[in-house]
């Protein structure tokens, strides 16, 4: 009754993602955040036993010459990946020059489908694929800022590291007095103005309308900084 788009940008570790009207951006130590969603990343991962019957040759899908196949529950090869297939139909268009699928339409009907209560219900799967080979440019989306802001400088031997909503986090092999002593010397590098802080391992810098604290303490013997950027 509802659908919803997902749409993610992966730059390197910059990640961006929009679900609804709202962009946001983290970091990522994957290189691809796919890697265990197999929904987006291999769509075809849960249907991939599926045989089709050749309908017709050199159809022009998504300006790509393909073969249609077309298939249903008495050729699927096995059972889809997700659940017992009562019913199934099917249309795959499998590109003659890069064998791979440009077009992929289906509707299944059965349990366990998404769910393993056992569940009757119908599953539908679009997919489509354009501008093979084709040159891109990856960019981030306009406005919005990268979860690494420029003017905030990271230690050399950050690890753990994480970001996202405005908050940085990251461990190191220095002690906390080491750790403050950075921040204190290199965030006016960037243009930060300290203010006073009365709490110990508490600093606090603003720029503009920008403040940002920064909080360094430890835990199991390393050094954690959390850092936290926001406007006022």
Known sequence: EKSETLEIIQIEKNV???????????????????????????????????????????????????????F??????????TGNVSR????????TEFNVIVKYVTHYEGKNLLKAEGEEGTLDITFELSDINKPITIEPPAGVAPPLPDDIPLMEDA?????AFGMISFKTNQSED????FYQT???????????????????????????????????????????????
């Open 186 to 232: 290199k965030m006016p590098v960037y243009g930060w103005k300290q203010e006073e802080t009365a709490i110990p391992g508490y600093l606090s810098f603003a720029k503009g309308a920008r403040q940002t604290t920064v909080l360094v303490e430890t835990d199991q013997g390393k050094t954690v900084v959390t850092i936290m950027v926001g406007e006022d």
């Open 159 to 163: 690890v753990d590291l994480s970001a």
């Open 16 to 70: 961006y993602l929009k679900s609804g009207s709202e962009w946001i951006s983290m970091l990522s130590e994957q290189s691809d955040v796919l890697e265990y969603n197999p929904w987006l990343r291999n769509p075809f991962s849960m249907v991939e036993a599926n045989r089709g019957k050749l309908v017709q040759r050199n159809v022009v899908v998504n300006g790509i010459k393909t073969d249609h196949y077309a």
């Open 72 to 81: 249903d529950e008495h050729t699927l090869g096995g059972t889809l990946a």
């Open 88 to 95: 199934a139909k099917g249309d795959v268009w499998v590109s």
């Open 178 to 181: 080491e750790a403050i002593a």
